[in-house]
């Protein structure tokens, strides 16, 4: 599912390499960390949310294409953020720049903390505001 939901934005920056996509997953993936996100028994996604220094870090959150767009990523994400912000640690993640995803992550309170040219680093404190919200 990564190689797919990813590969149009790796593309773009020309950084497509269908191994390194999988392998990068592998080395990365937390199974105690991982939810799976089912619609109606079908595999519609997953999302990690793992310990990491000062925060938690939100990573591997995928959704099937014609998932996206229909509010299941807006509801996966309140519900991460409403856990995170009662144990009121900070969430950091990093989206590929030009990602339509960034502007998910800004509604639900997240802020740039750092960039470079292939990705943006964002922050969201425990209990910041969304614009979901309003």
């Known amino acids: 599912m990564r190689a797919t939901v990813m590969r149009a934005d790796l593309e773009r920056l020309g950084?497509?390499?269908?191994?390194?996509?999988?392998?990068?997953?592998?080395?990365s993936f937390s199974p105690q960390y991982?939810?799976?996100?089912?619609?109606?028994?079908?595999?519609?996604?997953?999302?990690?949310?793992?310990?990491?220094?000062?925060r938690q870090w939100l990573e591997?959150?995928?959704?099937?294409?014609?998932?996206?767009?229909?509010?299941?990523?807006?509801?996966?994400?309140?519900t991460v953020l409403e856990r995170t912000d009662a144990?009121?640690?900070?969430?950091?993640?990093?989206?590929?720049q030009g990602s339509a995803a960034r502007r998910l992550y800004e509604r639900h309170g997240f802020?740039?903390?750092?960039?470079?040219?292939?990705?943006v680093f964002m922050v969201r404190p425990p209990g910041a505001s969304t614009a979901a919200e309003s």
Request: proline content about 4%; aromatic content about 6%; charged content about 25%.
């Open 15 to 27: 950084r497509y390499d269908e191994h390194r996509v999988r392998q990068r997953l592998r080395d």
């Open 34 to 54: 991982t939810s799976i996100i089912m619609v109606d028994r079908e595999l519609a996604g997953c999302v990690t949310v793992r310990p990491a220094e000062d």
């Open 60 to 78: 591997h959150f995928y959704l099937a294409p014609h998932w996206q767009g229909r509010g299941l990523g807006s509801a996966v994400l309140r």
């Open 87 to 96: 144990q009121g640690v900070t969430v950091g993640l990093n989206v590929l």
């Open 111 to 119: 802020v740039l903390e750092a960039q470079d040219p292939i990705d």
